[in-house]
Nanobody
Framework: VQLQASGGGLVQAGESLRLSCAASGLTFSMYSMGWFRQAPGKEREFVASIRGGGGSKFIADSVKGRFAISRDTAKNTGTLQMNDLKPEDTAVYYC??????????????????WGQGTLVTVSS
Protein backbone atom coordinates (compact mmCIF):
# COMPACT_ATOMS: atom_id res chain seq x y z
CA VAL A 1 0.00 0.00 0.00
CA GLN A 2 1.26 3.45 -0.90
CA LEU A 3 -0.22 6.88 -0.33
CA GLN A 4 1.28 9.80 -2.20
CA ALA A 5 0.38 13.29 -0.98
CA SER A 6 0.99 16.31 -3.17
CA GLY A 7 -0.07 19.89 -3.70
CA GLY A 8 1.64 21.70 -0.87
CA GLY A 9 3.48 24.95 -1.35
CA LEU A 10 4.01 28.51 -0.22
CA VAL A 11 1.01 30.82 -0.34
CA GLN A 12 -0.07 34.08 1.21
CA ALA A 13 -2.78 34.37 3.82
CA GLY A 14 -6.22 34.26 2.27
CA GLU A 15 -5.18 32.13 -0.68
CA SER A 16 -6.13 28.54 -1.46
CA LEU A 17 -4.41 25.22 -2.01
CA ARG A 18 -5.67 21.82 -3.03
CA LEU A 19 -3.92 18.77 -1.64
CA SER A 20 -4.22 15.40 -3.31
CA CYS A 21 -3.62 11.90 -2.04
CA ALA A 22 -3.17 9.11 -4.55
CA ALA A 23 -3.57 5.58 -3.26
CA SER A 24 -2.22 2.35 -4.65
CA GLY A 25 -2.66 -1.10 -3.21
CA LEU A 26 -6.01 -0.34 -1.64
CA THR A 27 -9.43 0.81 -2.70
CA PHE A 28 -10.14 4.18 -1.13
CA SER A 29 -13.88 3.70 -1.07
CA MET A 30 -13.42 0.76 1.31
CA TYR A 31 -11.25 2.72 3.73
CA SER A 32 -11.59 5.89 5.69
CA MET A 33 -9.24 8.58 4.48
CA GLY A 34 -7.93 11.22 6.81
CA TRP A 35 -5.81 14.33 6.66
CA PHE A 36 -3.62 15.26 9.59
CA ARG A 37 -1.08 18.02 10.01
CA GLN A 38 1.94 18.67 12.14
CA ALA A 39 3.39 22.10 12.72
CA PRO A 40 6.97 22.57 13.96
CA GLY A 41 7.21 21.76 17.63
CA LYS A 42 3.61 20.58 17.84
CA GLU A 43 1.87 17.25 17.89
CA ARG A 44 0.17 15.84 14.85
CA GLU A 45 -3.44 16.96 14.76
CA PHE A 46 -6.58 15.86 12.98
CA VAL A 47 -7.78 18.01 10.08
CA ALA A 48 -10.47 16.09 8.23
CA SER A 49 -11.63 12.63 7.32
CA ILE A 50 -14.08 10.89 5.06
CA ARG A 51 -15.39 7.54 6.11
CA GLY A 52 -15.16 4.45 3.93
CA GLY A 53 -18.38 3.12 2.56
CA GLY A 54 -20.99 5.79 3.25
CA GLY A 55 -18.59 8.71 2.99
CA SER A 56 -19.52 10.63 6.13
CA LYS A 57 -17.24 13.61 6.58
CA PHE A 58 -15.60 15.01 9.68
CA ILE A 59 -13.82 18.35 9.91
CA ALA A 60 -11.78 19.84 12.72
CA ASP A 61 -13.31 22.94 14.26
CA SER A 62 -10.16 24.94 13.51
CA VAL A 63 -10.69 24.56 9.75
CA LYS A 64 -14.46 24.20 9.51
CA GLY A 65 -15.90 26.46 6.83
CA ARG A 66 -12.52 26.81 5.12
CA PHE A 67 -11.40 23.27 4.34
CA ALA A 68 -13.30 20.52 2.54
CA ILE A 69 -12.46 16.86 2.08
CA SER A 70 -13.53 14.73 -0.85
CA ARG A 71 -12.57 11.62 -2.72
CA ASP A 72 -12.75 10.36 -6.28
CA THR A 73 -13.40 6.63 -6.14
CA ALA A 74 -12.84 6.23 -9.89
CA LYS A 75 -9.35 7.69 -9.62
CA ASN A 76 -8.69 6.26 -6.14
CA THR A 77 -7.64 9.68 -4.90
CA GLY A 78 -8.61 11.97 -2.09
CA THR A 79 -8.40 15.73 -1.88
CA LEU A 80 -8.30 18.43 0.75
CA GLN A 81 -9.44 21.80 -0.56
CA MET A 82 -8.05 24.53 1.66
CA ASN A 83 -9.45 28.04 1.30
CA ASP A 84 -8.75 31.26 3.17
CA LEU A 85 -5.51 29.90 4.48
CA LYS A 86 -4.04 31.42 7.62
CA PRO A 87 -0.45 31.45 8.91
CA GLU A 88 -1.50 29.02 11.65
CA ASP A 89 -2.33 26.47 8.94
CA THR A 90 1.39 26.17 8.23
CA ALA A 91 2.35 22.53 8.73
CA VAL A 92 3.27 19.31 7.04
CA TYR A 93 0.04 17.70 5.89
CA TYR A 94 -0.30 13.93 5.84
CA CYS A 95 -2.93 11.77 4.24
CA UNK A 96 -3.81 8.49 5.86
CA UNK A 97 -6.04 5.50 5.24
CA UNK A 98 -7.49 3.00 7.61
CA UNK A 99 -10.56 1.49 9.15
CA UNK A 100 -10.99 3.35 12.41
CA UNK A 101 -14.10 2.82 14.44
CA UNK A 102 -16.34 5.86 14.49
CA UNK A 103 -15.21 6.99 17.92
CA UNK A 104 -11.61 6.90 16.71
CA UNK A 105 -12.08 8.61 13.36
CA UNK A 106 -10.20 11.73 14.52
CA UNK A 107 -7.29 9.83 16.06
CA UNK A 108 -4.07 9.18 14.17
CA UNK A 109 -3.75 5.70 15.65
CA UNK A 110 -6.95 4.74 13.87
CA UNK A 111 -5.17 4.81 10.51
CA UNK A 112 -2.85 2.09 9.27
CA UNK A 113 -1.37 3.68 6.17
CA TRP A 114 0.31 7.06 5.82
CA GLY A 115 1.65 9.18 3.01
CA GLN A 116 4.97 10.99 3.19
CA GLY A 117 3.57 14.44 3.92
CA THR A 118 3.46 17.65 1.94
CA LEU A 119 4.52 21.02 3.34
CA VAL A 120 2.08 23.91 3.39
CA THR A 121 3.50 27.31 4.30
CA VAL A 122 1.22 30.31 4.68
CA SER A 123 2.83 33.71 4.93
CA SER A 124 1.12 36.69 6.53
Amino acid sequence: VQLQASGGGLVQAGESLRLSCAASGLTFSMYSMGWFRQAPGKEREFVASIRGGGGSKFIADSVKGRFAISRDTAKNTGTLQMNDLKPEDTAVYYCAAGRPILSNIRQADGYSYWGQGTLVTVSS
